[in-house]
């Protein structure tokens, strides 16, 4: 099926969906070999990379620290990480950060060292950070810069990749649909999907507007397996204010000492972890709710992160854009306890690969959050992720490579249109589109949230269902509309989430389920794996 209002097809050797640190990171290394289409479906920059704070989580120290940081990785995914994975990544990860560095990624420094933190349910202080908390927003800049001088990089800023081309099975390239609404082919030999997470499937989330799951659904339109979609880490500490965004406040202050304590003052965590506030972000997560409603209260009670007693620490200098954001809403973090919520954050699972980034459909590859390695297990590590993108986006532009020496450019081939092509939508389907996405976020921050059980979840999916069949009866076809279709990308991933919640009877990790609050010692190293052609099943890695 052809598009209507598609252009002639641009070719390329390799096309990189999505410009945060694993697309760029690609990005430079498939430059060496062939010509690259990076495609960002907003400015540049706007990426969860952008708003990453705490720092990048890296072993500097020789091979002990190297096996220290593996045992934390192994020790924070509750049993389902997948260790070759966790070996890939603290292994590559020093001379990966290394390379930044000497691309001019400035992270900050003291006395001629590098300042390193310590975040929740790492055994030592090893996170780099640059400007104090803007860590993402240096490693996108130096990234960018670099990508910049390539000659072979072309960067095509908001565009949405709304379908894939498959051509006897391989993926050969995409849709891309421009602001004016015209879709544009392009084919390449391989293609990379860095579409980063989906915390938009959730109403309370701190990733930004364009973290709808894209990639996830192209992927399974593709025929491609999904893997432990149950797993969305919920940040314990963001912004609870009435109206404003859910801005994250970086584990780092509690790395540095801060305190949740409730509106009584209590110091809460001593009840439910030895760790106090550094204990692993599920646990914390989970305490945080638990407080905010127990006690005589006849409402929500407030939590707070609570700074002002502790020494030593110049919060504003060391937590500049923090400190920025929140004297917009009159606050200081020497002078106020900060109100805080859980807001969903990080998605574990994403698109099924093996360490090389490859899916399981020929000719597509993934890397970044949108990927799922194992890596990150039932529960990811602190800032485990921007050394996720650096390493596993590297991985995969060597795969792609090797893997494409001996092919041509892809000439033609049928477009795998995606679900939802709509002709200029009508102000009913906008409206429509608009109310179903906000019912979804709803839906699933109750349903598929902190804490998760059948009943709940089967009514979740039965009106999610319904939903995403209204949605697609209201496509006709013609051209694709940006919200359309990324309500269709809230629905195929909140399915895919659902479903693999309701398959997963225990509590691991982030998945807490009220009905089987128990941790199964048969389910050690069983991953999820969704699909549209088989539904779930399970699968030991
Ligand atoms: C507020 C916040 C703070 C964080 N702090 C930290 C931290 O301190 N340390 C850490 O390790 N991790 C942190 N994380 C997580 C980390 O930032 C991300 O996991 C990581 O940056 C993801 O990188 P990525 O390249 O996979 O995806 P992203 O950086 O999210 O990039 C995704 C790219 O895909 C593009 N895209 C999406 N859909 C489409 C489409 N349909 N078509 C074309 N392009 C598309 C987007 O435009 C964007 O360019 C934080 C995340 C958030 C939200």
Not at 397 to 425: H, K, R, Y
């Amino acid at each position: 099926m052809t598009i209507p209002g598609s252009v002639a097809a641009t070719h390329v050797d390799f096309l990189v969906l999505g410009a945060g640190v694993a697309g760029l990171r690609a990005a430079l290394s498939l430059a060496e070999q062939g010509t690259v289409l990076l495609v960002a479906k907003d400015a540049v920059a706007e990426s969860n990379t952008h708003y990453a704070q705490g720092g990048i989580a890296v072993a500097m120290d020789g091979d002990a620290d190297v096996a220290l940081h593996l045992e934390d990785t192994i020790a924070a995914g509750d049993g389902l990480v997948f260790r070759p994975a966790a070996e890939a990544l603290v292994q590559d990860g020093p001379r990966r950060v290394a390379e930044l560095i000497e691309w001019g990624a400035r992270f900050d420094r003291e006395d001629g060292d590098w300042m390193r933190t310590r975040e929740g349910a790492h055994s030592r202080a090893r996170i780099l950070h640059a400007f104090g908390d803007a860590t993402g927003a240096e490693m996108g800049r130096a990234l960018r810069e670099r990508v910049r001088t390539h000659r072979k990089v072309r960067i095509a800023e908001r565009q949405m990749a709304v379908a894939l081309h498959q051509q006897d099975g391989r993926v050969v390239g995409a849709d891309l649909l421009d602001e004016s609404g015209q879709v544009h082919s392009v084919r390449a030999k391989a293609t990379l999907l860095a579409t980063g997470g989906a915390g938009q499937i959730y109403c309370e989330t701190t990733n930004p507007a364009v973290a709808t799951g894209d990639g996830l659904a192209l992927a399974l339109q593709a025929g491609a397996e999904l893997a432990d979609m149950e797993f969305y880490q919920f940040h314990p500490t963001a912004l609870h204010l009435a109206g404003a965004p859910r801005f994250l406040l970086s584990e780092a202050l509690r790395g540095e000492g801060a305190q949740l304590v409730n509106e009584r003052g209590e110091r809460f965590m001593r009840r439910h972890h030895p760790l106090l506030e550094l204990a692993p972000r599920d646990v914390v997560a989970r305490a945080i709710v638990q407080e905010s409603v127990a006690g005589d209260f006849d409402r929500q009670q407030e939590i707070y992160l609570d700074m002002r007693s502790v020494p030593g620490v110049a919060w504003n200098e060391r937590f500049p854009t923090i400190s920025a954001v929140l004297a917009r809403y009159g606050l200081s973090l020497t002078k106020n306890r900060i109100p805080v919520y859980p807001a969903a954050h990080y998605l574990m699972g994403g698109v099924r690969t093996d360490l090389a980034g490859r899916t399981t459909v020929p000719g597509l590859y993934a890397a970044g959050e949108v990927a799922a390695t194992g890596v990150h297990g039932a529960n990811r590590l602190a800032s485990n992720s921007l050394l996720e993108g650096l390493v596993f986006g590297a991985r995969a532009a060597e795969a792609m490579l090797a893997d494409t020496a001996l092919l041509p450019v892809a000439e033609d081939g049928a477009i795998f249109a995606s679900e939802c092509s709509m002709l200029a939508a009508t102000d009913a389907d906008r409206r429509f589109a608009a109310e179903s996405t906000t019912r979804m976020q709803q839906m699933l921050w109750s349903a598929a949230g902190l804490f998760r059980e059948e009943a709940t979840m089967r009514r979740a999916l039965a009106e999610l269902e319904t939903m995403a069949a209204e949605l697609r009866q209201r496509c006709r076809a013609g051209r694709p509309w940006r919200e359309g279709l990324e309500a269709m990308s809230i629905a195929a991933v909140g399915r895919a989430v659902l479903q693999c919640a309701l398959a997963r009877r225990e509590s691991r990790g982030a998945h807490a389920r009220l009905d089987h609050p128990k941790k199964l010692a048969e389910n050690e190293n069983r991953h999820t794996l969704f699909s549209l052609a088989r539904g779930v099943h399970f699968e030991q890695w």
